[in-house]
């Protein structure tokens, strides 16, 4: 498994540059490398000067290290555990985003991991839009050994996610986790097919699906954001993962998804094996850009 310290590794390296060892308590600063760094990584521009500011004005005595970091944990907010086990039997979970942001991967590694938990998931491959994306969820559960629900291409998405709901119910499978097909967040008519996969969903079990979560490419940066809004004005958003954050050095968009969308980020990619999946924790996330 990936951790947090190898995964953020890049812009750790990036970020020692900027202060220099430590002399007594007090470390110095470089406050223009710094600003050009926070930039650069797509950290918003209001929080960059706040930043800056704050850092600047600080007592002498204060560490500028340790500030930084706690105005940056601050700006994150607490860690939001995600509890599998719930009232709702089974618990469905619908995944979306744009096209390869790691949806496929992300079903196939949350799967696995409420394996581990003691459930019986079902995944559920609704991207019908091409040949091989059911069929790459299907090679996952037979690597997982897990409860599949596919469909060919071409066939109604809806209708597979209907299917994955109503078998999972016979089979008492739960979570039910489902894949959906990569779509652009400024293509319409894919747009539209999400509420009405929700919909399907429904009709089968009222409440479902109960999560919907976006898979962001942490690569993207500040376009993950403007992605997250779109999707979340189709279909209002419970949770976000962040995927490839190992090797990504725009990471500090993750600083304006709690300000900008108000959806908490609940597990975090850091690599593409099964069990690069990790609860997103703030704590982790910001001592592993220092080197804890
Ligand atoms: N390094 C790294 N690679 C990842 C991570 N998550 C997914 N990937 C890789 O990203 C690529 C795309 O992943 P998929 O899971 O197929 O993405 P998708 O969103 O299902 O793609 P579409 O179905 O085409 O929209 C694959 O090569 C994955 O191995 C991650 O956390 N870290
Ligand atoms: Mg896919």
Redesign the pocket.
């Known amino acids: 498994m990936v951790a947090w310290v190898t995964a953020l590794s890049k812009t750790r390296n990036i970020i020692k540059q900027v202060f220099s060892p430590s002399k007594g308590d007090v470390d110095e600063l470089n406050v223009e490398a710094l600003e050009e760094i926070l930039l650069r990584s797509d950290v918003p521009v209001q929080l960059t000067l706040e930043i800056i500011d704050q850092l600047d004005s600080a007592p002498r005595n204060v560490s500028r290290k340790e500030l930084l970091k706690d105005l940056l944990l601050a700006e994150l907010g607490e860690a939001r555990p995600f509890e599998w086990a719930s009232d709702q039997k089974p618990l469905v979970l619908l995944l979306l ?13 949350l799967a696995k991991r409420t394996m581990e938990e003691g459930f019986k998931p079902m995944l559920c491959g609704s ?1 019908t839009f ?1 040949a091989a ?1 059911s069929s ?1 969820l299907k090679i996952w559960s037979e690597k997982l050994g897990c409860d599949f629900v596919g469909g060919e291409m071409g066939a109604d998405a809806a209708g597979v996610a209907f299917n994955a709901v109503e078998t999972a119910l016979i089979k008492d499978c739960n979570p039910v986790i489902v ?1 959906s ?3 652009m967040h400024t293509k319409t008519p894919l747009m539209d097919e999400l509420p009405k996969m929700a919909r399907a969903m429904n009709k089968k079990l009222v409440g479902a699906p109960h999560e919907i979560w976006m ?1 962001l ?2 690569s993207l940066g500040q376009n993950a954001v403007i992605q997250a809004k779109q999707f979340n004005a189709v279909l209002p958003l419970s949770g976000i993962v962040i ?5 990504s050095s725009k990471a500090g968009f993750l600083f304006s998804v709690r300000s900008e969308l108000n959806v908490p980020i609940l597990f ?5 094996g099964e069990d ?2 990790v609860p997103f924790n703030p704590e982790e996330f910001v001592d592993a850009l220092f080197g804890a």
């Open positions: 985003g744009v096209n390869g942001s790691g949806k496929t991967t992300t079903a196939a590694k991207d091409r994306g790459q894949d097909a990569g779509r898979v490419d942490a995927t490839k954050l190992d090797g975090a990619g850091l690599g593409e690069d999946l």
